[in-house]
């Protein structure tokens, strides 16, 4: 069956533009969070989504970063005016309903930022 | 704040021995996850432990959850190459619905 698919699976931008990363969660799933990985580590939370609502943005580190979902499916994280230090992977993860249900993630975007 | 430690951070071994991985907290958790992560890929669930002082066998892999629920851990044995990657525990709160707390992750090499 379809699980979690993300895009672009690399992206490579120049310091200053916008970047949009896509998720598609897997069907049905209500909960949707983005992450961020740097090379080898943990995860570091950014968001999670209950259907269209963000109940937790806490872990967006600055006002460059926003993100939102779609018809309870579709989410875009999108990075404003990007730095260098926004390189990273960038999973997005789903889940049936509740936030400490599994989480199935996707494969990652990851961003650089020259 | 509630955190998950991770110990150790880093682990390089060879073919066949066995290691152990440590996830520690100070906080009671209602449950508790194990996720491997492979390079270029996004963690991958191996199991869920919920009662305090169970444990749980995955082939050569066994979990364990304290029996205060605060602290888990995973052995592995008689360690393969195929089994390199990044171990990830996350922690669900106990009481209200909150989201998974990760630690940070072990990071195994097993080397023919």
């Known amino acids: 069956g379809a699980g979690v698919s993300q895009s672009p699976s690399n992206k490579v931008t120049e310091k200053g533009k916008d970047v949009e990363l896509r998720c598609d969660p897997i069907?049905?799933?209500?909960?949707l969070y983005w992450y961020r990985q740097s090379l080898g580590q943990g995860l570091e939370f950014l968001i999670y989504?209950?259907?269209?609502?963000?109940?937790?943005k806490s872990g967006l580190p600055s006002d460059r970063f926003s993100a939102e979902r779609t018809g309870g499916s579709v989410s875009t994280l999108t990075i404003q005016r990007t730095q260098q230090e926004d390189s990273a992977v960038y999973l997005c993860?789903?889940?049936?309903?509740?936030?400490?249900?599994?989480?199935?993630f996707g494969p990652g975007t990851r961003l650089t930022v020259l | 704040t509630q955190l998950l430690e991770q110990s150790p951070q880093f682990l390089s071994i060879q073919e066949g021995e066995n290691l152990t991985v440590y996830c520690n907290s100070s906080?009671?958790?209602?449950?508790l996850q194990w996720y491997r992560q492979e390079p270029g890929e996004g963690p991958v669930l191996l199991v869920t432990?919920?009662?305090g002082g169970e444990v749980k066998k995955l082939k050569r892999l066994t979990f364990q959850f304290g029996d205060a629920r605060k602290d888990s851990s995973l052995h592995i044995t008689a360690a393969q190459p195929g089994d390199t990657g990044l171990y990830l525990c996350?922690?669900?709160?106990?009481?209200?619905?909150?989201?998974?707390?990760w630690g940070l992750g072990t990071s195994l090499a097993v080397n023919p």
């Open positions: 993860a789903s889940s049936r309903g509740y936030s400490t249900d599994e989480q199935f």
């Open positions: 069907s049905g799933h209500t909960a």
């Open positions: 989504f209950q259907g269209n609502s963000a109940p937790d």
């Open positions: 906080s009671v958790f209602s449950s």
């Open positions: 432990v919920v009662t």
């Open positions: 996350a922690g669900a709160p106990a009481g209200n619905n909150r989201k998974l707390i």
